[in-house]
């Protein structure tokens, strides 16, 4: 009999790519993919390293595993695998524990798969990583993501990534335009191109003793030729790298989704500048001010992280004051967690968890309003709209180029396709509600 798989993916779009390309290599060694609680053979759990409770999500999802088949074969990886490798060998029902140089070579480690009484772990330094592993997801008809760049060279003070990811580092442009065409075969009519650090994407190549230098905007213009994809989503970019002419080209390309995804992390320079960020405020709403001047429609969303140590009260409000002035569509909100290996570990000040909370709640808040105001500023608009597969029994869904959440009367007709739709209305789930116009 074939041995089954199933897969849990923790984190950003770039591990559901990762985890994506995984069970590609292991479908073709024969492996037949299950849900995760159908009790498979052999279990892969690609975690995260943002968040603070990697190890209480990883606990859960092992009982969750071995209470569905007790012999299941667990393999954990991903980049809290990399940052705390015997942390998680520990974790009874854990078989084997792969870094980020292994990942992607896990079938040298799955000749017998039986439950060990003690957890085999492989695992090297992050400074030995310095190669490009090329991933994209095909699971979902509707997009892709792809991911053209891995890694982080920045030092921000709450950060782990860099020690999970290692430096920054990019795959080739011709590589990334064979996987598009890759992914075209599969009916996708949407990539989402992913990174660590996406705007720091830079591949130098040398032909014929010439050398030449790839930068992002070079990528989005190469990637704006390829007819075949309808969009193009930015996953996310941080504002220092978005430079004028990426927004430039993207306000005139057919292809680029005008829809942008940017960390702020503070509205308060002090706070930016403990955070090592490599930009002030001022840079940030320069930004946001240069989009949508030249694409009023275009949809912003903010990355914010609150209760740094060292905030006050003042250095939180003046980031609130600030987000709320700004023409923006929408906030991810995250509470500061201690993080071991980091600079921030150590600094004084430490923002109490209730009050860590509070503001949490705040600017979450200050985002469902933000939302509320960006849909009321496109109803009676016309746009594309992408039905995705997710749909219930009276409606489907899909998003527009500005990234607009619509619903429209089920059809199953409409699923993976694009119609031309009007918005009409914001129905009591927040969602847009539209017509379809010829």
Excluded: W
Aim: charged share 25%; aromatic share 8%.
């Amino acid at each position: 009999m074939k041995k089954t798989v199933s897969y849990h993916t923790l984190g950003c779009k770039l591990n559901f790519s990762e985890t994506s390309t995984i069970a590609r290599i292991l479908e073709k060694d024969g492996y037949v993919t299950v849900d995760l609680e159908s009790g498979s053979d052999l279990c892969i759990i690609n975690t995260c390293s943002v968040t603070n409770n990697a190890d209480i999500e990883c606990k859960q999802l092992i009982k969750k595993v071995l209470k569905a088949n007790t012999n299941c074969f667990i393999v954990i990886t991903g980049c809290y695998a990399q940052l705390k490798p015997f942390e998680i060998a520990n974790i009874e029902g854990v078989d084997l524990v792969l870094g980020a140089k292994d990942k992607f070579n896990l079938l040298n480690y799955l000749q017998h798969i039986s439950k060990k009484e003690h957890a085999e772990v492989h695992h090297c330094d992050i400074e030995n990583i310095n190669s490009f592993e090329a991933s994209y997801s095909i699971n979902d008809r509707t997009r892709s993501f792809l991911k053209v760049q891995d890694g982080c060279s920045y030092s921000c003070t709450f950060c782990t990534i860099p020690l999970a990811r290692g430096a920054s580092r990019s795959n080739s442009l011709k590589n990334i335009l064979e996987n598009v065409k890759t992914i075209t075969l599969n009916n996708v009519k949407e990539i989402v191109l992913t990174g660590i650090n996406l705007g720091d994407y830079k591949y130098v190549e040398t032909l014929n003793e010439t050398t030449k230098t790839y930068k992002f905007l070079d990528l989005l213009q190469s990637l704006d030729q390829t007819t075949e994809i309808m969009r193009y989503r930015i996953s996310s970019i941080e504002p220092n790298l978005l430079s004028d002419e990426i927004i430039d080209f993207v306000s005139k390309s057919d292809r680029i989704a005008p829809h942008f995804h940017i960390p702020l992390q503070s509205g308060n320079n002090e706070i930016l500048g403990k955070m090592k960020r490599r930009y002030q405020r001022e840079l940030f709403k320069d930004k946001v001010d240069q989009i949508k001047n030249k694409m009023p429609h275009a949809c912003i969303g903010v990355d914010v992280l609150i209760g740094f140590p060292g905030e006050t009260e003042h250095h939180f409000l003046d980031t609130y004051e600030f987000i709320s002035k700004l023409d923006i569509s929408y906030l991810h909100v995250f509470t500061y967690s201690e993080r071991e290996n980091t600079d921030a570990i150590h600094y004084p000040n430490a923002v109490p968890i209730v009050e860590r909370k509070k503001r949490n709640k705040m600017l979450r808040i200050l985002s469902a309003k933000k939302q509320y105001a960006f849909y009321q500023s496109q109803l009676n608009k016309n746009y594309k709209v992408l039905v995705e597969n997710h749909h219930n029994s009276s409606s489907v869904f899909g998003f527009t180029e500005n990234y607009l959440k619509v619903e429209l009367p089920y059809n199953a007709l409409l699923i993976n396709k694009t119609v031309n739709v009007k918005i009409v209305s914001i129905n009591q789930n927040g969602h847009l509600c539209a017509e379809i116009v010829d």
